[in-house]
């Protein structure tokens, strides 16, 4: 049974989360963080929310798709979250000079939250780091805080581990909370029918999936239908999922290097199990070590964070073309 209705017409957060167009992680996310909705319990302990409730989760979700940062608008009123969606200059923000960040505040802003999560990464201290993490995806928003704060500060998590100051367990400490955390950074707007579709995953032997959950969640706020499939898999597995999707693409990270001939064998092999009409990209920071594979099947190798969105654009265009 999905939901739970009686008289005051109380829904289970499954039910409300299919009528209010925000996932159920979410809405618990903007409750525990900003009390956006405010939900009572049954008698077994199971959140139940109302009809009120559904109305401002879906007001929620078109004001913060729009751009507006949930940590000002959660305490609206219905009527507020309503003037603020049709422009109402009636409507003002707790604090309108901080409601749009320029690039470079935004940067500034990031290194900040960098030496702040590196500290907590430091001191061991799983919930310091996931309490500046929430507040930086609220700050910096998805993009940035992929590009600004994670990627630098998983270099830096990196570099120090090699020289001695972190152990590995720090490095798995982090990873893990910003795992937890994906449902958050991904797109929650509903991609169009017509979307391209992509497959994110990683090669055989290649356990480590920062790099593709991070592309994955680019590419849906791309605006693609992206499936993801973790890491460590076959080129036949990954193949499989090509074929019963329809991908336009397949995207894969590569983490680490080593000297045997696994990766270029499943990347030939790949390349021919899914044919020349579906791209498929590269990246990863060891990407570059199999570059002469790479080149010769025509791999697209993914340059920076902006090249991947140009590549998704290009991609998405040549697909609505052919529509």
């Known amino acids: 049974m999905t939901n739970f209705k009686d008289d005051s017409s109380q829904y289970l957060i499954s039910t409300v989360s299919k009528r209010s167009g925000v996932k159920s992680d979410l809405v618990r996310a903007w409750e525990r963080r900003y009390q956006a909705v405010t939900p009572t319990r049954t008698a077994g302990g199971h959140r139940v929310y109302t009809d009120q409730d559904i109305a401002r989760l879906k007001l929620l979700n078109q004001a913060t798709s729009s751009g507006h940062s949930i940590s000002q608008i959660a305490r609206f009123s219905l009527d507020q979250l309503k003037k603020l969606l049709q422009h109402d200059p009636s409507i003002t923000l707790p604090d309108p000079n901080n409601t749009v960040l320029l690039t470079g505040e935004r940067k500034f802003l990031a290194e900040d939250y960098v030496e702040k999560c590196y500290a907590a990464v430091l001191a061991f201290d799983a919930k310091m780091l996931e309490s500046h993490f929430e507040n930086a995806i609220v700050e910096l928003g998805s993009q940035s805080f992929i590009e600004n704060l994670l990627t630098p500060l998983l270099t830096k998590i990196d570099k120090h581990r090699k020289s001695g100051e972190l152990r590995p367990v720090h490095e798995h400490m982090a990873s893990a909370i910003i795992r937890s955390l994906t449902y958050i950074l991904r797109n929650n707007n509903p991609c169009s029918e017509h979307a391209p579709r992509m497959i994110v995953s990683t090669p055989i032997g290649q356990i480590y999936e920062l790099g593709?959950?991070?592309?994955?969640?680019?590419?849906?706020?791309?605006?693609?239908?992206?499936?993801?499939?973790?890491?460590?898999?076959?080129?036949?597995?990954?193949?499989?999922?090509?074929?019963?999707?329809?991908?336009?693409?397949?995207?894969?990270?590569?983490?680490?290097?080593?000297?045997?001939?696994?990766?270029?064998?499943?990347?030939?092999?790949?390349?021919?199990?899914?044919?020349?009409?579906?791209?498929?990209?590269?990246?990863?920071?060891?990407?570059?070590?199999?570059?002469?594979?790479?080149?010769?099947?025509?791999?697209?190798?993914?340059?920076?964070?902006?090249?991947?969105?140009?590549?998704?654009?290009?991609?998405?265009?040549?697909?609505?073309?052919a529509l």
């Open 212 to 321: 593709a959950l991070l592309a994955a969640i680019i590419a849906e706020l791309k605006g693609w239908q992206v499936t993801y499939l973790g890491a460590d898999l076959p080129a036949e597995e990954i193949a499989v999922a090509v074929k019963y999707t329809n991908a336009r693409a397949v995207t894969i990270s590569i983490s680490f290097s080593n000297d045997d001939h696994i990766i270029p064998k499943e990347i030939r092999r790949l390349r021919k199990l899914i044919g020349n009409n579906v791209a498929l990209i590269v990246g990863g920071r060891s990407a570059a070590y199999y570059e002469a594979v790479l080149d010769e099947v025509g791999v697209v190798k993914i340059q920076s964070y902006e090249h991947f969105r140009q590549i998704l654009d290009e991609l998405a265009s040549a697909n609505a073309a």
